[in-house]
């Protein structure tokens, strides 16, 4: 008497096809790299949350440069409003030199120029949804400046302050008077991942998994043609009726 017991037994069973073990060891290395940009998350939080030990002795490193109140507006009745709204625009630059200069080649010399700087200029993106939040006031200083980009082949809008002389440089010591704690262990580990991630080669694909496209894709998502870029692009209606008006008087 023979018996079928083998041959049902199995039939519930479904082997996989090598597609779906392919696809299966796919979606495993996918939640190997997921697990090694969160775990590459949580020891950089742990780092920053490191406290800062202050110094016995500070000590300076180099200079710092950045923008303080004009003395006529300092002493003016508009020196609050101005530095609260300097506040949100200022800029710091570091440098060794105290005069702030950097080498440059003109007509095949070596010369030294003072190094440019300039006070915050808001993205259309920082315009309208960043984290420094400018009343209506302060918008008012402002104007709208589109300047092409040769390196991102696309107009890039800014907006800039109209009133940059309110304002004047000053150099001032950059004193060191506190220090990050450091945890060997942390940065062990730290490095550690780094290592495997780099000899690896796996930052690319970690990227492209976490953020759901390659690093430089983001170019060719808000690049614009200059044919296909018009002058009312990005304005709003009562902007373009008041310039049709203008236009035809």
Not at 57 to 66: F, L, T
Not at 120 to 129: G, I, K, L
Not at 188 to 213: D, M, P, V
Request: aromatic share 12%.
């Amino acid at each position: 008497m023979h018996s079928n017991e083998g041959p049902l037994h199995a039939l519930p069973y479904r082997l996989r096809s090598a597609r779906q073990k392919r696809r299966s060891q796919k979606e495993d290395f996918e939640k190997q790299l997921i697990q090694l940009h969160n775990q590459r998350i949580q020891l950089q939080a742990d780092k920053a949350r490191l406290p800062w030990i202050p110094l016995a002795e500070p000590y300076q490193k180099g200079w710092k440069r950045s923008f303080v109140l004009r003395e006529d507006v300092w002493q003016s009745k508009q020196a609050d409003f101005y530095q609260t709204l300097l506040d949100k625009i200022n800029t710091t630059q570091y440098s060794k030199d105290k005069g702030f200069k950097v080498k440059k080649r003109k007509r095949r010399k070596r010369v030294y120029e003072v190094k440019k700087q300039s006070l915050r200029e808001f993205s259309e993106w920082d315009w309208s949804y960043g984290k420094l939040k400018l009343t209506e006031t302060e918008k008012m200083l402002f104007y709208r400046q589109e300047t092409w980009s040769a390196q991102s082949r696309c107009f890039i809008i800014q907006y800039v302050f109209i009133e940059p002389w309110r304002f004047v440089l000053q150099v001032r010591p950059h004193m060191i008077t506190h220090m990050k704690m450091i945890d060997a262990d942390l940065e062990a580990r730290i490095q550690q991942l780094e290592n495997y991630i780099e000899n690896k080669h796996l930052n690319y694909k970690i990227f492209k998994i976490t953020n759901g496209r390659s690093r430089h894709s983001w170019k060719k998502e808000f690049e614009i043609k200059p044919q296909y870029h018009h002058p009312f692009r990005n304005m709003s209606l009562h902007s373009i009726l008041e310039e049709l008006k203008e236009q035809k008087i």
